[in-house]
């Protein structure tokens, strides 16, 4: 179960957009915490399918300018979509390679107090 759901069972039911940006992060950190490889194999798979989306456009987008089937600057923009796509997917792997690094790093006491006065407020 979600650490946002732990927090809020008790009180009152909320939506991930109701909350703060702060304690919508530090929820994540918990809940990232708690069960390191749920979220891993989360970002595992999207990674994953933000690659295949952005080398199926590219590819797409090559085709199409080869084949001159389109105006060049609609397979021009596709390319440049498919571009952003790989890149977010890079950020996403060097994050998630790098947050065995980070997490060794982030004391979970002080975000519990964190989270409890943000609660209190």
């Known amino acids: ?8 069972s008790n009180k009152y039911e909320m939506k991930d957009s109701d909350l703060p940006f702060e304690k919508k992060l530090l929820l994540d950190v918990v809940e ?17 399918t933000l690659y295949a989306i952005g ?6 987008a090559f085709i199409l300018a080869l084949n001159e089937v389109v105006h060049p600057f609609t397979s021009a ?9 790989l890149g977010f ?30 609660e209190t407020e």
């Open 55 to 60: 080398y199926i456009g590219l590819l797409l």
């Open 1 to 8: 179960m979600p650490a946002h759901k732990l927090l809020y």
């Open 32 to 48: 990232q915490m708690s069960d390191p490889e749920k979220t891993m194999g989360k970002q595992r798979v999207m990674c994953r």
């Open 89 to 118: 997917a890079v950020f996403l792997q060097s994050a998630r390679k790098q947050w065995p690094v980070t997490r060794k790093h982030i004391d979970m006491e002080s975000v519990r107090k964190r989270l409890n006065e943000l």
């Open 77 to 85: 923009f596709l390319a440049a979509i498919a571009g952003c796509t």
